[in-house]
């Protein structure tokens, strides 16, 4: 039965660096189809944890299971990386599309299977651009593109908005509410930003400084409720935030 | 206008070197001063003279050397890119074989070229194995330098997309070490044509040194500075063609970066 495993769960999961202890005993479960969120002081290791589950590294101690399998996790789940990374030799298309020619389709399918999420993203007629002729949202836009055409279940996030303008921002996380409306996955978001984490994730999880341990978890009042400005100015979303924000500087303080 | 304008300061230089250089070799009140034969200096008037007159000569000798040199470096850069690609592939094998490749250019190309003359004949076997010899280096060190460039958060996003080690190295690291491959090959058109006259030098009735050699005997120091000239032509052009190559098949990195 798919429903009594967890998408993404993480047991009593350490990982140190040498002498460095980044995580200290993280436990955390992330349901089927559940947006979560990870908040934390700068440094504490929130990368860290994604590099766990997406499976780029393995734990020093302690379980890290990404639909029931600890090794298959480089199957199960995809990392979005902090900057867009698209490669400026490839054009627009063929960036979004690198996850399907890597399986081994031929340049041709690959491109048609990419080109309708294009379209979907409003980035029709933007095929043939090189990534340097895109602006930032786009770009952005391409390499969600890309990690959806990844085809894994479970999609981590390492702050994709962080080097946007704030309308940019709040443009793409309405966006990317909307397409996760349309086409359910589960995603493990990491964010510096507690208002954007509030309103994408359905639950925010606060980590300490390092080494992290999970320190507070909230509910989100709002989750990617559309159109976002009313959703965000809401009072209970401003008291989650409120919340949030305290939770944040408590961990800080350690 | 701002072309004109960068052609324009190297060309001054120039014309103010020939000009210096005529009035030193042709005045004779500065080149009795300072005791200039003119059979040992001839002065730009003359070489351009020669290059003018043994035009013929010049042409069919440039061809023979613009052949062996060609070959040369595609041997150079063939060879130097597999190569800088197994070294990156094996750690083990860099760490074999590097010293050895950087001994490799120490070797007296002059010394050990009548050997290589014994090895492959008098043909132009042993023109090309010098010359691929001095090019690959440049081209082996840069490209690999390029291969281990690679932004590591890049190979770390290729992982997560499904790629193997195949497909990281020809859909990431190989674009990326594509300029520094280039650099090399620039370096390596440029001393390629030396390595043609230590190659012709060597054992050849035919090339640009073969002609430098026999002019110098004959006391001929005009033709001899033509033929160098026109050496030095063919690593321009050759050096040009390779950043037009860049440009196309390597773009991205010429275009100002994003």
Same mark, same amino acid.
């Not at chain 1, 493990?188 to 999880?205: F, G, K, N, P, T």
């Not at chain 1, 606060?206 to 009072?235: H, I, K, Y």
């Not at chain 2, 041997?75 to 083990?92: E, F, P, Q, Y």
């Not at chain 2, 040009?240 to 390597?250: G, L, P, S, W």
């Given at each position: 039965?798919?429903?009594?495993?967890?998408?993404?769960?993480?047991?009593?999961?350490?990982?140190?660096?040498?002498?460095?202890?980044?995580?200290?005993?993280?436990?955390?479960?992330?349901?089927?189809?559940?947006?979560?969120?990870?908040?934390?002081?700068?440094?504490?290791?929130?990368?860290? *944890?994604?590099?766990?589950?997406?499976?780029?590294?393995?734990?020093?101690?302690?379980?890290?299971?990404?639909?029931?399998?600890?090794?298959?996790?480089?199957?199960?789940?995809?990392?979005?990386?902090?900057?867009?990374?698209?490669?400026?030799?490839?054009?627009?298309?063929?960036?979004?599309?690198?996850?399907?020619?890597?399986?081994?389709?031929?340049?041709?399918?690959?491109?048609?299977?990419?080109?309708?999420?294009?379209?979907?993203?409003?980035?029709?007629?933007?095929?043939?651009?090189?990534?340097?002729?895109?602006?930032?949202?786009?770009?952005?836009?391409?390499?969600?593109?890309?990690?959806?055409?990844?085809?894994?279940?479970?999609?981590?996030?390492?702050?994709?908005?962080?080097?946007?303008?704030? &309308?940019?921002?709040?443009?793409?996380?309405?966006?990317?509410?909307?397409?996760?409306?349309?086409?359910?996955?589960?995603?493990?978001?990491?964010?510096?930003?507690?208002?954007?984490?509030?309103?994408?994730?359905?639950?925010? &999880?606060?980590?300490?400084?390092?080494?992290?341990?999970?320190?507070?978890?909230?509910?989100?009042?709002?989750?990617?409720?559309?159109?976002?400005?009313?959703?965000?100015?809401?009072?209970?979303?401003?008291?989650?935030?409120?919340?949030?924000?305290?939770?944040?500087?408590?961990?800080?303080?350690? | 206008?701002?072309?004109?304008?960068?052609?324009?300061?190297?060309?001054?230089?120039?014309?103010?070197?020939?000009?210096?250089?005529?009035?030193?070799?042709?005045?004779?009140?500065?080149?009795?001063?300072?005791?200039?034969?003119?059979?040992?200096?001839?002065?730009?008037?003359?070489?351009?003279?020669?290059?003018?007159?043994?035009?013929?000569?010049?042409?069919?000798?440039?061809?023979?050397?613009?052949?062996?040199?060609?070959?040369?470096?595609?041997?150079?850069?063939?060879?130097?890119?597999?190569?800088?690609?197994?070294?990156?592939?094996?750690?083990?094998?860099?760490?074999?074989?590097?010293?050895?490749?950087?001994?490799?250019?120490?070797?007296?190309?002059?010394?050990?070229?009548?050997?290589?003359?014994?090895?492959?004949?008098?043909?132009?076997?042993?023109?090309?194995?010098?010359?691929?010899?001095?090019?690959?280096?440049?081209?082996?060190?840069?490209?690999?330098?390029?291969?281990?460039?690679?932004?590591?958060?890049?190979?770390?996003?290729?992982?997560?997309?499904?790629?193997?080690?195949?497909?990281? *190295?020809?859909?990431?690291?190989?674009?990326?070490?594509?300029?520094?491959?280039?650099?090399?090959?620039?370096?390596?058109?440029?001393?390629?044509?030396?390595?043609?006259?230590?190659?012709?030098?060597?054992?050849?009735?035919?090339?640009?040194?073969?002609?430098?050699?026999?002019?110098?005997?004959?006391?001929?120091?005009?033709?001899?500075?033509?033929?160098?000239?026109?050496?030095?032509?063919?690593?321009?052009?050759?050096?040009?063609?390779?950043?037009?190559?860049?440009?196309?098949?390597?773009?991205?990195?010429?275009?100002?970066?994003?």
């Amino acid at each position: 039965m798919r429903t009594t495993v967890e998408a993404v769960q993480l047991a009593e999961t350490r990982f140190a660096h040498g002498e460095l202890e980044v995580l200290a005993g993280i436990d955390l479960k992330v349901a089927d189809c559940e947006v979560a969120a990870i908040v934390g002081p700068s440094g504490c290791g929130k990368s860290t *944890l994604l590099d766990l589950i997406a499976g780029l590294i393995e734990p020093s101690s302690g379980r890290v299971e990404v639909t029931g399998s600890a090794r298959e996790r480089l199957r199960h789940a995809t990392l979005m990386p902090q900057h867009d990374l698209l490669l400026p030799w490839l054009d627009a298309l063929d960036n979004a599309a690198i996850a399907p020619r890597n399986r081994g389709l031929s340049r041709a399918e690959s491109r048609a299977v990419a080109r309708p999420l294009f379209d979907r993203f409003g980035l029709g007629g933007f095929e043939h651009s090189r990534p340097g002729e895109l602006s930032g949202g786009m770009r952005q836009r391409v390499a969600f593109a890309r990690t959806l055409l990844a085809g894994k279940s479970v999609l981590a996030l390492d702050e994709p908005f962080a080097s946007l303008d704030a &309308i940019t921002r709040a443009q793409l996380q309405e966006w990317l509410a909307e397409m996760l409306a349309e086409e359910a996955r589960t995603v493990v978001i990491v964010s510096h930003d507690v208002e954007e984490a509030l309103y994408l994730a359905d639950r925010v &999880i606060v980590l300490s400084a390092r080494p992290a341990r999970v320190v507070r978890e909230l509910t989100s009042p709002a989750p990617r409720r559309l159109p976002r400005t009313p959703a965000v100015n809401s009072p209970e979303f401003a008291a989650a935030r409120r919340a949030a924000m305290e939770a944040l500087l408590e961990a800080a303080d350690g | 206008m701002a072309r004109t304008r960068n052609l324009l300061a190297p060309l001054l230089v120039v014309v103010a070197l020939l000009g210096a250089w005529q009035l030193t070799a042709r005045w004779d009140v500065l080149a009795d001063a300072l005791g200039i034969e003119p059979f040992l200096v001839p002065s730009p008037s003359e070489i351009a003279d020669s290059l003018w007159d043994d035009r013929a000569l010049l042409a069919e000798n440039a061809w023979v050397t613009l052949q062996e040199v060609l070959a040369g470096i595609a041997i150079a850069l063939v060879v130097g890119a597999a190569l800088a690609v197994a070294l990156h592939l094996s750690t083990t094998l860099r760490r074999a074989t590097y010293p050895l490749l950087v001994a490799s250019q120490t070797v007296p190309v002059i010394a050990i070229a009548p050997i290589l003359v014994v090895w492959f004949g008098f043909g132009i076997g042993p023109k090309l194995a010098i010359i691929a010899l001095v090019c690959f280096f440049p081209v082996t060190v840069n490209t690999l330098d390029g291969l281990r460039a690679v932004d590591p958060a890049q190979v770390k996003m290729m992982r997560t997309l499904d790629a193997g080690r195949w497909q990281i *190295l020809r859909r990431v690291e190989a674009p990326s070490a594509l300029p520094y491959f280039f650099s090399g090959a620039k370096i390596a058109a440029a001393v390629a044509v030396i390595g043609a006259v230590f190659g012709e030098w060597s054992g050849a009735d035919e090339g640009l040194g073969h002609l430098i050699l026999v002019s110098q005997g004959q006391l001929q120091t005009a033709r001899v500075f033509a033929a160098v000239v026109v050496l030095s032509a063919i690593a321009i052009a050759l050096v040009a063609a390779v950043m037009v190559a860049q440009r196309r098949f390597a773009g991205w990195s010429v275009e100002a970066a994003p």
